[in-house]
């Protein structure tokens, strides 16, 4: 029913870019928020970015480094990393809190599959 399809992933030196991109598909009615999380092994999901009606909030070991853009009119959203270290190194999850048509009024969240950032020389 609803669909999130990361890209943009892959190995990266460090003081490196990379630009993730995420596409929502689907029966979409509104989208509230959309956002990045990771996972790196051996730890726990982090919040990253997230972005809500313009508002942006930032994981506190990426703030300065990477910036979360959203694309309202394809259900898109973007991270743009730079200045990667290996700490970064990671499976990176896209979110979207939405509505779908038949539920308009109901909020729910869902995930994309991930993609892997691997930051190393």
């Known amino acids: 029913q609803v669909q999130l399809v990361e890209s943009g992933g892959g190995l990266v030196q460090p003081g490196g870019s990379l630009r993730l991109s995420c596409a929502a598909s689907?029966?979409?009615?509104?989208?509230?928020?959309m956002g990045w999380y990771r996972q790196a092994p051996g730890k726990q999901r982090e919040l990253v970015a997230v972005?809500?009606?313009?508002?942006?909030n930032y994981g506190d070991s990426v703030k300065g480094r990477f910036t979360i853009s959203r694309d309202n009119a394809n259900n898109t959203v973007f991270l743009q990393m730079n200045s990667l270290k290996p700490e970064d190194t990671a499976v990176y999850y896209c979110?979207?809190?939405?509505?779908?048509?038949?539920?308009?009024?109901?909020?729910?969240?869902?995930w994309g599959q991930g993609t892997q950032v691997t930051v190393s020389s």
């Open positions: 979110t979207a809190q939405l509505a779908v048509y038949g539920r308009q009024f109901v909020w729910n969240d869902y």
């Open positions: 689907g029966t979409i009615f509104s989208i509230n928020a």
């Open positions: 972005i809500k009606s313009g508002s942006t």
